[in-house]
């Protein structure tokens, strides 16, 4: 392989997020002469966490990246690529490398893939990729360089020693940006349910706001349950596509909206554990779930979707009842 590049954006903290952590360690399992490129604030100061093999560690470091302006972070990677010499540039399915990244392969005379799923040396090397709706994988290579790959979370596997202690190489880049950051607001207002890089995944279905044993409806203590548990666990909330779809339908879980859904629009979370609730387990709901690792489902009827496959273990039980007792247990901790 004639030069590769890892690629990786900086947090506004300084640090690597979890994705661009798992990338760097993966790495040299991968390729153990491969070059790493950093750019944000503090680059310099995060090559502290890149594998202690590290053989060469590139920087573009400075305040005029500090907040992933699209032209300046182009003009950063095309700099780190060119110094690098790399005919192969992996990085981080990221916010800012997906809107970044396709510029700086236009100037580079290059080709870019998103949402890699994965890397294989077949032949040559060739990527695995979903398409139409996460429903079918194909296998695929390209002749153009460089190539960059966004790579999903788990498309590389290996680890390796942190705490790099060499020296890293500056690297020149001009930013061109007019635009001045002077603050951030959140998408949505109150709690944040949505948590990609968390543990666990909670799913809740529609069963939440049906009718219970005694015949009513129970929707503000589903809310009050759900609400406690996720805050208990800090798990990531997902929705199956029937109860975000009863917003005009009377009593609804107020915090749920259709960004939490998972499946039939192609969200396809990844989690190493994941607990549905109240879930049928139809197949749109399903493919939402190909890439979690460990899938458990709670729902009164043995006979339901989760019962034949999907699940690894489902627990015939009244998920109103269960999550009264995690939520008691979760507190006496």
Known sequence: MAGMLILIPVEADGAL?????????????????????????????AAKALPKSAKRVLVVDGEAWAHGAACNDAKACEALIRAAGADLVLAPQHSRTARCLPLAAVRLGGRIDTRVAGVVQEDGLKIRRWYYRQRMQATLSRAERPWILLLETGALSGQSETGYDGPTEAVAAEASSRTRAIGTEPAVAGEQTIKPDADLLFVAGAGWTKKQSDGSTHVPEAEDLIRGFLRATGASLGSSKSLVDQKGEGAVISFLSHMNQVGQTGSSPRHPKGLATCCHGEEPHVVGWRFINERRAVNLDPNCGWAHGKADVLYVADAFAVLRKLNEILGAR
Do not use: Y
Not at 18 to 38: C, H, I, N, R, V
């Open 17 to 45: 997020s979890k994705a661009s952590s798992e990338l760097a360690a993966a790495a040299p399992s991968f390729d153990p002469e491969a070059t790493f490129g950093l750019f944000g604030q503090g680059a310099a100061q």
